[in-house]
């Protein structure tokens, strides 16, 4: 079974920064990719940015000069170093992965159960 768990939420105000951290745990052969989506009320979800393992990185354009995704492989790991950040930006964010659980199982995706940030103006 795999999980991913985030951490690092919270409270901030305007033109501060957040650090988020999730970490993949469980049956793991392989992972591509791992990312952060958002979701803030009464939108849909959105990805915010995304890593591959070979460390290319991809980034919604409202983030991108202020949000750093990296990643630590040996302990599957991904980070979001969130700076200046924006009322917009409040969402409950999530964690995401696309792995492969054991070599004869096909890649799939998984979720975490998402961290709350919220950012005062």
């Known amino acids: 079974q795999v999980q991913l768990v985030e951490s690092g939420g919270g409270l901030v105000q305007a033109g501060g920064s957040l650090r988020l951290s999730c970490v993949a745990s469980?049956?793991?052969?392989?992972?591509?990719?791992m990312g952060w989506y958002r979701q803030a009320p009464g939108k849909q979800r959105e990805l915010v940015a995304q890593i591959t393992s070979g460390g290319s990185t991809d980034y919604v354009d409202s983030v991108k000069g202020r949000f750093t995704i990296s990643s630590d492989n040996a302990k599957k790991t991904v980070y979001l170093q969130m700076d200046n950040l924006k009322p917009e930006d409040t969402a409950v964010y999530y964690c995401?992965?696309?792995?492969?659980?054991?070599?004869?199982?096909?890649?799939?995706?998984?979720w975490g159960r998402g961290t709350q940030v919220t950012v005062s103006s």
């Open positions: 469980g049956m793991i052969y392989s992972i591509n990719f």
């Open positions: 995401t992965a696309r792995l492969r659980p054991r070599a004869f199982l096909p890649d799939d995706n998984y």
